[in-house]
C-alpha cells in the first residue's frame, strides 16, 4: 500500500517528541524496538560473566531503569544509550575519588573532570558543564545536570529554568555575576534529559564534593529533589527536606550549612509552589545575616 503521511502529521509527532524530552538523533537510523527479539535472561550466578580486562570497564550499557520522577525536579524522559561505553562500576568511583583528591584547587579539579573518560555520559554530551559563577562566592548552587542548552553552550543553568533562578536569585540581590557560583551533580547531559542513574551520579559525586571542598562556600544551595538526595546521600523526598538547614560533613573534616529547595524546572511546572521557594530564598539570606556574609 503506497501511504504518503501528511506534513502536519510528521511536525506533530516531532512536536510530541521534543514535549517528551526528546529532542536529539542519537544513532543515524531508528530502531523498530518491537521487531527486536526478547531481552536474553541475565546470567545465573553459577556462570559468572569473563571479567572485564580494565578498570574502565567496556560493557554494552543498557537502557537506564525509567524511575519516576520526584517531585521538585527536572522532567526526566529515558533515551536508549548504544554501543560498547563504559559502565559506571565501583571501581570508577574509587579512581574518580582518587583523582579529584588529588586536586588542590578548582582549576585542577576542572581539568581532571574534562579529561576524566569512566563516565559513560560523556559519550553523548556535546560538552563537559562544570560550572558557572565566582569561585570562592559565599554561596555555591548544586543543580541535577545539563539540558540541552546547558550542553551546547558549556555552562549549568542557562536555559529557561536557570533563567528563573537567576530572576530568584536577584530578587534577594544576588547574581551569578557577583555572588554564587553554580554547578550540578552531573558534568555531563543525560541523553533525552533522563533522571541519572545512581552510577552515573555516584561516580559524578566523587568529584562534587571535592568541588564543594574546594570552593568553600559559606552556604550551599542544593536544587531539586535528585541534587538533595544525592548530595546527603538519603532516601528523603524533596518535599520533606525542602526549606530545612542541615549540616553537609565534607571529607577534609570541614562542614557547611546546606539548604535544600525545589529545582526551578519544578517552579516552571507548579506556579503554587513558588511561595514557599520564596520562604525559602529568605531563609537562605536571614542564614547569610547571621553568619556575617550580608
Ligand atoms: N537543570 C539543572 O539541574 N541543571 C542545569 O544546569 C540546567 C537545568
Known amino acids: 500500500m503506497n501511504q504518503t503521511i501528511a506534513r502536519e502529521d510528521i511536525e506533530s509527532l516531532l512536536r510530541w517528541y521534543v514535549d517528551q524530552g526528546i529532542d536529539e538523533t542519537i544513532g543515524e537510523e531508528a530502531i523498530d524496538r518491537f521487531a527486536l527479539p526478547p531481552p536474553q535472561a541475565a546470567p545465573q550466578p553459577s556462570q559468572p560473566a569473563p571479567a ?19 517531585v521538585g525536579t527536572a522532567p526526566a524522559a529515558a533515551t536508549p544509550l548504544r554501543g560498547p561505553v563504559p559502565i559506571e562500576s565501583p571501581q570508577l ?22 579529561a576524566f573518560d569512566g563516565c559513560a555520559l560523556k559519550r553523548t554530551a556535546k560538552n563537559t558543564v562544570f ?65 541519572p542513574t ?35 546521600d538519603t532516601t528523603e523526598g524533596i518535599m520533606r527536606l525542602r526549606g530545612k538547614w542541615t549540616s553537609l560533613s565534607l571529607d577534609d573534616g570541614s562542614t557547611v550549612p546546606t539548604l535544600p529547595t525545589f ?6 511546572r507548579t506556579a503554587a509552589s513558588k ?20
Open 52 to 70: 572485564a580486562p580494565s578498570s574502565i570497564r567496556s560493557t554494552p550499557i543498557r537502557p537506564a531503569p525509567i524511575r519516576p520522577t520526584p
Open 93 to 114: 568511583v574509587e579512581d574518580a575519588r582518587a583523582l579529584a583528591q588529588r586536586c588542590n584547587n578548582v582549576e585542577e579539579l576542572e581539568a581532571a573532570v574534562r
Open 131 to 195: 560550572a558557572d559563577g565566582v569561585v570562592g562566592s559565599p554561596v555555591m548552587i548544586v543543580g541535577e545536570a545539563p539540558g540541552a542548552d546547558e550542553d551546547r553552550l558549556g555552562k549549568p543553568f542557562v536555559g529557561v529554568s536557570g533563567q528563573l533562578m537567576d530572576r530568584m536569585f536577584d530578587a534577594i540581590g544576588m547574581s551569578r555575576e557577583r555572588d554564587l557560583y553554580i554547578t550540578n551533580i552531573l558534568f555531563w547531559r543525560p541523553p533525552g534529559n533522563r533522571t
Open 198 to 232: 545512581l552510577a552515573e551520579q555516584a561516580v559524578c559525586m566523587a568529584f562534587t564534593r571535592r568541588h564543594i571542598e574546594l570552593a568553600q562556600p559559606k552556604v550551599l544551595v542544593l536544587a531539586g529533589g535528585t541534587a538533595a538526595k544525592s548530595v546527603l
Open 263 to 268: 529545582h526551578p524546572a519544578y517552579l516552571l
Open 275 to 294: 511561595r514557599q521557594s520564596w520562604s525559602d530564598l529568605l531563609s537562605l539570606d536571614k542564614k547569610l545575616r547571621e553568619l556575617g556574609i550580608r
